[in-house]
Nanobody, 116 residues
Framework: QVQLVESGGGLVQAGGSLKLSCAAS????????MGWYRQAPGKQRELVAA???????RYADSVTGRLTISRDNAKRTVYLQMNSLKPEDTAVYYC??????????WGQGTQVTVSS
């Protein structure tokens, strides 16, 4: 079985920072893409940022310049450094992993709340 364990969510004031981590454990032969999605109340889940095995990144327009995704392949861990947070960043953040064999895995979600 594969597990994605997220950490780092919490409550922060607008303008503050948080760093999310997601570690993959279990049997995954090879990880292709790692990323973060978020879902705010009453809204659809949306891609925040993703990074592939070559280090190429992709960001939602709303977070470009404020959030940075990175990964440690040896630790099978993906990070999301979030700076200059805004109230509209409030959501449950989900870790997402796509294996090289096209299996998709999701974390349990971690709450990020940004107060104004």
């Amino acid at each position: 079985q594969v597990q994605l364990v997220e950490s780092g969510g919490g409550l922060v004031q607008a303008g503050g920072s948080l760093k999310l981590s997601c570690a993959a454990s279990g049997t995954i032969f090879s990880i292709n893409v790692m990323g973060w999605y978020r879902q705010a109340p009453g809204k659809q889940r949306e891609l925040v940022a993703a990074i592939n095995s070559d280090g190429l990144t992709r960001y939602a327009d709303s977070v470009t310049g404020r959030l940075t995704i990175s990964r440690d392949n040896a630790k099978r861990t993906v990070y999301l450094q979030m700076n200059s947070l805004k109230p509209e960043d409030t959501a449950v953040y989900y870790c997402h992993v796509l294996s090289s064999s096209n299996h998709v895995y999701w974390g349990q979600g971690t709450q990020v709340t940004v107060s104004s």
